[in-house]
């Protein structure tokens, strides 16, 4: 039978505290990769931490120093021009990494080789970052420097972003060397892949469509022994013109051979597609 127990939604003050507490703990994530690892060995891996990592290098500035007198006024700036209100974790996020960048300046490099500090830099940042961006927050920066161009520019959003960053490398290429933009460019490559896992996660579900003649018992079938949703849609054969109906429906891995196995049981000629599904968002799955 299909489960009846709907999960309750988190009170309002519960998921507020729990976003806010998902930004500060992704700002200290960031914080950490930069201090152990991508400051200690030159790596400017784009973004404000990169200018502070070229500008420390030039000319001994705190990083934590330079990032708020970059942060600050670009949030503000931003504000004003785009006339968006960017919201309070966005600034919480612009504060508090250089804040636990000042107060984790002190700990020891955590390696002194430039390939590994890229990649596990890379990934501590990317980590942060995507845990900011699930509390619904962003540590500004770049983005919003970007938002601001791209608002005058008729450019993609992301193409602002990649020029900024590109800026940045070349920069770092210029004033160390070409070898270490180029472990800067892991770094970003690292960063912005593990960015993608920390929002949506390594647990891909399974999207399958199910074109039969059997529509009606399949869909009972997945209904009570697997007990996940089902949608019908109606499809006519494109060589043959035959009306036929669809079944689409989305498992887990762990659930993916039993319903492949339920299916062929009813019907083997059943032809069958499977998509890879990053995310799922409702009942059943993730609860957005």
């Known amino acids: 039978m299909i489960a009846k127990y709907r999960r309750q939604p988190l009170p309002k003050n519960w998921l507020t505290c729990i ?30 931490a990169g200018i502070s990592t070229i500008l420390y290098a030039l000319f001994n500035f705190e990083p934590s120093i330079v990032q708020w007198a970059i942060n600050i006024p670009l949030f503000i700036i931003g504000t004003w021009i785009l006339g968006k209100n960017f919201g309070l974790k966005t600034l919480v ?119 039969t003649d059997h529509v009606e018992e399949i869909r009972i079938a997945l209904l009570n022994e697997i007990d996940r949703g089902v949608t019908v849609w109606r499809a006519e054969g494109g060589y043959t013109k035959t009306k036929k109906d669809m079944i689409m429906c989305v498992v887990n891995q762990n659930e993916f051979s039993r319903t492949t196995q339920v299916i062929k049981q009813i019907d083997s000629k059943a032809f069958i597609v499977v998509m890879n599904a990053s995310e799922v968002i409702g009942e059943g799955f993730t609860v957005n």
């Not at 976003?19 to 891996?45: H, K, M, R, T």
């Not at 070349?170 to 912005?192: K, N, P």
């Open 93 to 211: 996020g612009t504060v508090m990494v250089p804040l636990f960048v000042s107060l984790t300046s002190q700990w020891p490099p955590a390696s002194s080789d430039p390939l590994i500090a890229a990649i596990f830099g890379g990934m501590a940042c990317g980590l942060g970052i995507g845990i900011v961006f699930r509390g619904k927050g962003s540590t500004g920066g770049i983005d919003l420097a970007a938002q601001i161009l791209h608002k005058f520019i008729p450019l993609p959003f992301g193409l602002c972003v990649a020029l900024f960053d590109g800026i940045i490398v070349l920069t770092a290429m210029y004033v160390f060397s070409v070898e270490q933009g180029l472990y800067a460019l892991i770094g970003l490559f690292v960063t912005s892949r593990t960015i993608d896992l920390a929002q949506v996660g390594l647990n891909t579900s399974k999207s399958i469509i199910v074109v």
């Open 19 to 48: 976003e806010y507490g998902l930004v500060l703990l992704g700002s200290f994530f960031v914080a950490v990769g930069f201090n152990l690892f991508l400051l200690p060995n030159d790596i400017a891996s784009g973004g404000v």
